[in-house]
């Protein structure tokens, strides 16, 4: 892991101090992998919020959810630029925001590392620092370089990630989610990959499915960490290679969110883990 990304990691451990006088930009970021990127290329003095699905910096203002943005806290803050996803919305309270005279940057997103190196081109470019840029996406080239040598050497095991919710249907991801890029980028076999976005699955297709690794994820992700409660919810997992091993593993939903980030990155580091462990 290079410099760059470590300092990333770093910040998003600490906290970030207000916006310094004579500071130009007022930049509000939407989006976990937004807000990690533009620490990454040190846009951290400029930032002066986040929304709540940003779990740092810390000690900014949250301007709400990422999907349910309010014009009104926003504006409050004076920001320059609002920054966020395609995810983030709804479309009237953007265009209010820019007849406010706020520039609001929607980044098209995909799964994909080609997207992902496009989002910090594009915020380098806003921030003022194109050689940033170009030092993250050669840090983030020998990240995915040494991704693949690993995933390589793995036996390609069956993973299935399943999105749960309480009180709603489990669901499978497709081919062309993020879930499945990352699992991809570990070396691991998508059995749905046919599918497109998330799919509800009954128990019957899950056992049929027969995965050797299980990953799930949603809003209450941290509850998943013990195999025992994925089993609990979704008992038919038992009748699989996985569910028999425990081979069942939780991923912070944040890594799911605005396309591949540096947080996915991270987490498909540690599933190639898992699958050379076989568990």
């Known amino acids: 892991m290079g410099p760059r990304l470590a300092l990333a990691l770093t910040l998003l451990g600490c906290s970030v101090m207000a916006l310094p006088a004579g500071a130009q930009e007022r930049i509000v970021s939407i989006g976990p992998a937004t807000t990690e990127l533009i620490l990454a290329l040190g846009g951290q003095s400029s930032l002066i919020a986040t929304d709540v699905s940003s779990p740092e910096p810390k000690g900014l203002p949250r301007v709400g959810y990422h999907r349910a943005l309010a014009a009104e806290g926003i504006?409050?803050?004076?920001?320059?630029?609002?920054?966020?996803?395609?995810?983030?919305?709804?479309?009237?309270?953007?265009?209010?925001?820019?007849?406010?005279?706020?520039?609001?940057?929607?980044l098209e997103t995909a799964p994909t590392?080609?997207?992902?190196?496009?989002?910090?081109?594009?915020?380098?470019?806003?921030?003022?620092?194109?050689?940033?840029?170009?030092?993250?996406?050669?840090?983030?080239?020998?990240?995915?370089?040494?991704?693949?040598?690993?995933?390589?050497?793995?036996?390609?095991?069956k993973v299935a990630f399943l999105l749960l919710h309480k009180g709603q249907p489990t669901s499978i991801a497709g081919g062309n989610t993020t879930a499945s890029a990352l699992l991809t980028l570990a070396g691991g076999v998508n059995p749905v990959a046919q599918l497109r976005d998330y799919k509800p699955v009954s128990a019957e297709s899950l056992i049929e499915l027969?995965?050797?690794?299980?990953?799930?994820?949603?809003?209450?992700?941290?509850?998943?960490?013990?195999?025992?409660?994925?089993?609990?919810?979704?008992?038919?997992?038992?009748?699989?290679?996985?569910?028999?091993?425990?081979?069942?593993?939780?991923?912070?939903?944040?890594?799911?969110?605005?396309?591949?980030?540096?947080?996915?990155?991270?987490?498909?580091?540690?599933?190639?883990?898992?699958?050379?462990?076989?568990?």
């Not at 994820?217 to 195999?227: H, I, V």
């Not at 997992?237 to 569910?243: E, I, K, N, S, Y």
């Open 210 to 279: 027969q995965p050797d690794l299980v990953l799930v994820s949603g809003r209450d992700w941290q509850l998943y960490q013990d195999p025992a409660s994925v089993l609990a919810q979704v008992p038919a997992l038992a009748a699989t290679p996985a569910g028999r091993r425990g081979a069942i593993h939780a991923i912070d939903g944040q890594a799911l969110q605005g396309g591949l980030s540096l947080r996915s990155l991270q987490q498909a580091a540690q599933i190639a883990q898992w699958i050379k462990q076989g568990s």
């Open 75 to 106: 504006l409050s803050l004076a920001p320059t630029r609002l920054i966020g996803s395609d995810e983030m919305g709804p479309a009237p309270v953007l265009d209010q925001l820019r007849r406010a005279g706020v520039e609001v940057k929607v």
């Open 113 to 157: 590392l080609a997207n992902l190196n496009a989002r910090i081109e594009t915020l380098a470019r806003l921030l003022g620092d194109p050689a940033a840029g170009t030092r993250l996406q050669a840090e983030i080239q020998a990240q995915s370089d040494a991704l693949a040598a690993q995933a390589s050497g793995n036996q390609p095991l």
